[in-house]
């Protein structure tokens, strides 16, 4: 059975995430930004909850969290360590108890950090900043049980090979709580699942397959071959991106994204799996009732 995912946020459902930006903390001193900071961590653990929440009562089992539910976290002149902020105990005892609920409601939480992670990049300190950056949401991560933090491949820098070994090297050397959830994800113009496969492989990490980014950068292997060498990787339950283009196949560009899903863009096979299926439209929690209201119809 298929386990939807919605996505970072919601299309009409009153429940909001908060950022900042570092301009505007740099107006005020130290202190005045830890508590400001403290404030917004705090309402996203509480927002978080009510995320889950609805979740729960709609029949949705697994939830993206913002990879910004820290704002800030690890920027280079605001960034800070959880216990410098005022209320740090009680602001984790907010996300640990995100993490009672979905042990209680099964429910599944996964990361996908921004693009600008690249462990790929030939320079090291982009790698750095990344490798940091994963250990941020690791840290959020053990509070709140998710068991993903899903990457992409990065760039190819003119040499594909090269570029593989540099992530492999760096995700080796990464610490165990991220590399346990770390999760590679097959994108829309660089990196096929045929590329990634083998990596996955020999690093003994999981592919997240996009069926959309494969259809839009076809590799060879059927969907359902891809599925099936996707669905190997996975020692639990495997995670799969699903999306319709936004103009149809045959409109300009097929990888800008729909507000909704296109039934006829889910592959039958899958709906015979125990998987989660992150649902990647605009139209978020919207698109999420509809395709499971048509679901229902479907012989």
Known sequence: MIRFGLCCIFREHPVAFRRTTAKYLARFSEQERLKRIAELCAHNAESLQKALVFCRENGIGDF????QILPLKTHPEMGYDIFDLPGAEEIIAGFRACGEFCLTHDIRTTFHPDQFIILSSPKPDVVQRSVADLVYQAQVAEWVNADVINIHAGGVYG????ALS??????EALPDPVRKRL???????????????PVCRDLTIPLVYDVHHHRCLP???SVEAATDQSMKTWNREPLFHIS????????????KHHDYI???DLPRDWLSMNITVEIEAKAKELAIKKMMAELKRVP
């Not at 993206?64 to 990879?67: H, K, P, Q, T, V």
């Not at 999760?183 to 496969?197: A, I």
């Not at 319709?244 to 990888?255: A, I, L, T, V």
């Open 64 to 67: 993206r969290i913002n990879s």
């Open 159 to 162: 040499d594909k090979p090269s």
């Open 166 to 171: 540099r992530m492999a090297g760096a995700v």
């Open 183 to 197: 999760t590679l994800e097959n994108d829309d113009r660089s990196y096929t699942p045929q590329d990634l496969l």
């Open 219 to 221: 590799d060879g292997l």
């Open 244 to 255: 319709s283009p936004r103009d149809g196949w045959s409109g300009p560009d097929p990888r």
């Open 262 to 264: 296109d039934i006829r």
